[in-house]
């Protein structure tokens, strides 16, 4: 439910059903109860939530695409990275449950924050009305995906330097004093290379094994709702784009 001011503001058609809109809540009805008698051990459909004026609404209708007059929101890292940090993540009330209200991308945007649901209604309108085939889909993900937990995950790897060529040798000239001979051991070169390999190997090693033991220490405690916890993602047709805030693992 939203407040009586924002209430007052909402659109007429998001108060009412039209005709067309009672009919599509028939069918979807029909349809669940058909799914419910088939599968009747399966996770209820979201088919109908209700908005935010408390009004049932068939769930494909939340999808409004919607092309924005900046050239930015044309690319979908950048619509999937604005998004991102521009709502602030929701969880779901009950982790394991669809949930009962669904706000509008209107209302998302007025409000600013969003459940993994109204998160992917908002960019997959922003990717349809961008010209991307683009749909919201939903299944089961791990806690720290479903609480935007990113403290376990590593850390992205730093960006190279530049690489800069080294100057070209001046070419000999014609007349040129020879140097003297290399009088250098070729045997103790090799011993200190391999020497020098050795300590890097070893320290390596070190390495490895305290960063092994750091993640034991860091591993999360067990879920007890493992494999049970709802979640949505946004599906493209050629890319899943993961919406993991902190929902991004996009």
């Not at 330097?161 to 070209?168: Q, S, T």
């Not at 300590?199 to 007890?224: F, I, S, T, V």
């Amino acid at each position: 439910m939203v407040g009586e001011h924002l209430m007052n503001s909402l659109p007429s058609e998001y108060k009412v059903n039209t005709d067309a809109e009672t009919r599509a809540l028939e069918l979807a009805e029909n349809f669940r109860q058909q799914y419910a008698h088939l599968y009747p051990t399966r996770t209820p459909l979201l088919l109908a939530p209700l908005n935010e004026a408390d009004v049932e609404k068939v769930i494909c209708t939340y999808v409004k695409p919607s092309l924005l007059e900046y050239s930015g929101f044309y690319d979908w890292a950048t619509i999937a990275d604005f998004i991102k940090d521009f709502l602030t993540m929701r969880l779901l009330e009950k982790p394991t449950e669809l949930p009962i209200t669904i706000s509008s991308p209107q209302t998302v945007i007025q409000n600013q924050v969003a459940n993994c649901f109204e998160y992917t209604n908002v960019i997959v309108s922003l990717l349809i009305g961008a010209g991307y085939d683009a749909n919201v889909v939903s299944g089961y993900a791990t806690r720290e995906v479903c609480n935007a937990d990113e403290s376990h995950d590593d850390c992205p790897p730093e960006p190279e330097p530049p690489v800069v060529e080294p100057p070209k040798p001046k070419p000999p000239r014609k007349y040129q004093v020879k140097g003297a001979k290399d009088l250098t051991s070729k045997f103790e070169a090799a011993m200190l290379i391999r020497e020098k390999q050795e300590k890097e190997r070893l320290a390596k090693e070190e390495k490895e094994k305290l960063l092994q033991e750091q993640n034991l220490l860091e591993k999360p405690l067990e879920d007890d709702l493992f494999g049970r916890r709802i979640h949505s993602w946004v599906l493209g047709r050629y890319t899943l784009f993961w919406l993991v805030f902190m929902f991004c693992n996009i």
